[in-house]
């Protein structure tokens, strides 16, 4: 090894021998914190990036595909509990065709490939329930690809089509979805299902669809539709009116100014009308005509006799002749048919109730402030609307309470960033302050080292006392403990005789008469310098 490397490491070993206790168990500290940030950074920066391999899946082609995966020593991750694989982002188009090859994920929900199984014998039953299934497969792994749904299961209830039957019953339809988590689907979301699953059978109406999520929420009920219950239409309604007055009265009397109260009356019934209307084109005949004639000839005394049936037949004797003629005509006219169906969910009665503040209100009397309630409400008199606006003097113990907490809740969110600032300073100081006392130290260490007193120490031991400062009393006592270094170690000629067993003392005095003639030889300047010190502390004062 090279002696600069040599000296390099022989003096970090002088420097941590010279360490106390405290010195040495924070520099060991210090390296174990050091350490362990470069483990964890870099198995931080080691790990691989990882992706989804498969998800949605079921158990059982998850524990497939993990069971594939340890089988080739790949490294993976679950993440949605289970049903969602993840694999370092360069194996996963790897796996992903060995999953393929492997048939997996093999559980599916059918769709038209059941129809591929079908064969000649089939009878007519079997490939109407197979086509039934290969349509609800394929409107559950449609409706799956949902943002929001994780799994989704389609039942289908299509009456069969018979000439026996006078009437028919309506197709419906089922839809059980899952979603990730706790979340629920959004109304868009689920009138989108409802849609979808309506088109794909022949004559469903939208309102067949039920649509029924894993927490037993109704989404979509048969009958109602994805709007919801009458109740739900009915509070759909209010709050649309409720924000569009309050709106209104926000930019003409400000915020928290005013409330406004909507209570509406739905129509829970269900009617249904059909009308026939008969109307004649312009300028056409009747609906129908009836014409009768008779004419008679000539004269006779005997008009004729009654026969069998009361009619009277003319006689034979007499020349006059007699005709009678009858004729009835049914002309066509317009014919129109209405029939009309009205929902559940009409507003049959709306009340509007709005209490203004009566000094935000200022110069607006009442009747300018129901003006502007009745046209955003879309007041009908007609329908027995009512609406009631009234000036009032508005409490404001709920304004200053609401203050109070608010203020209170920015206090806690003040005192929360500074304790965490604080608890942050509090832990940036525990650990820099001992790495920054360990650095001083050794700066300290380092330049006492360097001194010459410290070159002093090293090589002649500790000093002894001034002179100048003995007891007056003592002066002897101070002399006699003063170490007596000859002089005679100056002398670089070894001893001829060598001792068989030397003293520890002598051990020493060699070690340092080795070390003297080392540095008197590098610089002689400087072993001047340490004997000159040496001479003006031993004369007396």
Do not use: C
């Not at 009835?328 to 209490?355: C, D, E, W, Y």
């Not at 608890?423 to 100081?429: D, E, L, M, R």
């Not at 300290?444 to 007056?472: H, K, V």
């Amino acid at each position: 090894m090279p002696q600069a490397v040599t000296n390099v490491f022989q003096r970090i070993g002088r420097v941590i021998a010279g360490f106390t206790l405290a010195q040495r168990t924070i520099a060991i500290i210090g390296v174990a914190v050091l350490a362990l940030g470069i483990v964890a950074l870099s198995s931080w920066l080691s790990r691989p990036t990882y992706t989804p391999l498969f998800s949605g899946m079921s158990a059982s082609d998850a524990n497939a595909v993990v069971e594939q995966l340890r089988s080739s020593a790949v490294p993976y991750e679950l993440a949605d509990g289970g049903a969602t694989v993840l694999v370092p982002e360069k194996d996963v188009y790897d796996q992903r065709l060995a999953a393929a090859s492997a048939g997996l994920p093999s559980a599916s929900s059918g769709g038209y490939s059941l129809l591929d199984d079908m064969g000649v014998t089939t009878s007519e039953f079997q490939q109407s329930v197979t086509y039934k299934r290969a349509i609800e497969g394929e409107l559950a792994a449609t409706i799956s690809s949902i943002e929001g749904v994780t799994a989704a299961s389609v039942q289908l209830a299509i009456p069969e089509e018979s000439v026996f039957v006078s009437e028919t019953v309506d197709a419906t339809a089922s839809v059980f979805v899952e979603t990730s988590g706790s979340s629920t689907l959004s109304a868009k979301q689920v009138e989108a299902i409802v849609h979808l699953t309506s088109a794909a059978v022949s004559g469903m109406k939208p309102e067949n669809v039920a649509v029924v999520d894993q927490s037993g929420r109704t989404l979509s009920a048969v009958g109602v539709g994805s709007t919801g219950g009458i109740d739900q239409q009915a509070g759909d309604y209010e709050a649309r009116v409720t924000a569009s007055v309050q709106q209104l009265l926000d930019t003409v009397v400000g915020v928290g100014n005013a409330t406004v109260t909507v209570v509406a009356d739905i129509d829970r019934s269900v009617n249904e009308r059909v009308e026939e209307t008969y109307t004649p084109a312009e300028g056409a005949p009747p609906l129908s005509e009836q014409t009768r004639s008779e004419t008679q000839n000539g004269s006779s005394s005997n008009a004729g006799v009654l026969g069998p049936d009361n009619i009277a037949v003319p006689s034979a004797d007499g020349d006059g002749t007699f005709e009678s003629t009858e004729e009835s005509k049914t002309n066509a006219v317009n014919k129109s048919t209405q029939s009309t169906s009205t929902p559940a969910g009409s507003v049959l009665r709306q009340s509007v109730s709005v209490a203004v503040d009566a000094e935000a209100a200022g110069n607006l009397s009442t009747a300018q402030l129901s003006d502007l309630v009745e046209t955003a409400a879309g007041i009908d008199a007609d329908r027995g609307d009512a609406i009631t606006v009234e000036l009032v003097n508005f409490s404001q113990t709920d304004t200053e309470a609401a203050q109070a907490a608010l203020q209170a809740a920015k206090d806690a969110e003040a005192a929360e960033r500074q304790a965490v600032l604080l608890n942050t300073i509090i832990i940036a100081a525990a650990i820099a302050i001992p790495l920054l006392a360990a650095l001083i130290a050794l700066i300290l260490r380092a330049r006492r080292r360097s001194s010459p007193d410290s070159e002093f120490d090293q090589l002649f031991g500790e000093r002894p006392p001034a002179i100048s400062t003995l007891s007056a009393g003592a002066p002897t006592a101070a002399i006699d403990q003063a170490p007596t270094t000859p002089l005679a170690f100056l002398e670089t000629t070894p001893d001829p005789e060598p001792e068989p067993d030397p003293e520890p003392a002598q051990v020493s005095l060699e070690r340092r008469r080795a070390e003297i003639d080392s540095l008197t030889r590098q610089d002689p300047k400087r072993t001047a310098e340490l004997l000159r010190t040496l001479i003006d502390d031993r004369q007396p004062v």
